[in-house]
Nanobody
Framework: QVQLVESGGGLVQPGGSLRLSCAAS????????IGWFRQAPGKEREIVAR??????????YYADSVKGRFTISRDNAKNTVYLQMNSLKPEDTAVYYC???????????????WGQGTQVTVSS
């Protein structure tokens, strides 16, 4: 069965950290670029971070709002991608999703598989 499963979300205080995981089954995650997205209540979904395939150079992209605080990484042995989130702010509160992009381009991504999402709440 092909699926992506996110985990690691939760409630954290401002300034805290969380690490989200995105585990793939039924396919090889490193055959795809990966995107992490988030959607806050009443807002549109937005891209947070992206990473290309390892053999494409594993280039990364970060939204300005998270640059310097979030880090995307891969563990190909575990078929898993991570999003390390540090210095969290209340405005980071959202449901976070990972998605597998079969195009491996920045210009026209084609997200073929999506996870179900994991809630991140940043609040004191």
């Amino acid at each position: 069965q092909v699926q992506l499963v996110e985990s690691g979300g939760g409630l954290v205080q401002p300034g805290g950290s969380l690490r989200l995981s995105c585990a793939a089954s039924g396919f090889t995650l490193d055959d795809y670029a990966i995107g992490w997205f988030r959607q806050a209540p009443g807002k549109e979904r937005e891209i947070v971070a992206r990473m290309r395939r390892t053999w494409s150079g594993a280039n990364t992209y970060y939204a300005d709002s998270v640059k310097g605080r979030f880090t995307i990484s891969r563990d190909n042995a575990k078929n898993t991608v991570y999003l390390q989130m540090n210095s969290l702010k209340p405005e980071d509160t959202a449901v976070y999703y990972c998605a597998a992009d079969e195009s491996d381009t920045w210009v026209r991504p084609v997200y073929k598989y999506w996870g179900q999402g994991t809630q991140v709440t940043v609040s004191s």
